[in-house]
């Protein structure tokens, strides 16, 4: 009996595992660039509740500098519906004065 071909899948399955775990890890430059996006995002959503009395953001908002506010919110609530917002983001967010997980079109 011969074993080539499930030697070959065997062999390209590990292949693929490989490069999936490289392509998920980031660099230390991306995460600390991760980190200073979600800073941002947090300081100007915390202006943007203290001005207007809400987190509704409306589509297309940027912030004074320029930030793009609505996109990132936007980000913040798939990747807590796909569950890859890490407590201590999802704690910070909830935390803001009437922050909401479901956009105003859901409410």
Avoid: K
Wanted: aromatic share 6%.
């Amino acid at each position: 009996m011969n074993n080539e071909p499930q030697i070959a899948a065997a062999d390209r399955a590990r292949r693929r595992e490989r490069l999936e775990h490289s392509v998920q890890q980031l660099s230390d430059a991306q995460v600390q660039a991760d980190e200073d996006e979600f800073r941002l995002g947090l300081a100007a959503l915390r202006e943007f509740s203290h001005s207007h009395g809400h987190t509704r953001v409306p589509d297309g908002q940027l912030d004074p500098s320029g930030f793009p506010l609505a996109t990132w919110v936007a980000g913040q609530r798939v990747a807590h519906l796909e569950d890859r917002l890490p407590p201590a983001r999802r704690s910070a967010l909830e935390r803001i004065p009437g922050w909401q997980w479901e956009p105003a079109t859901h409410r």
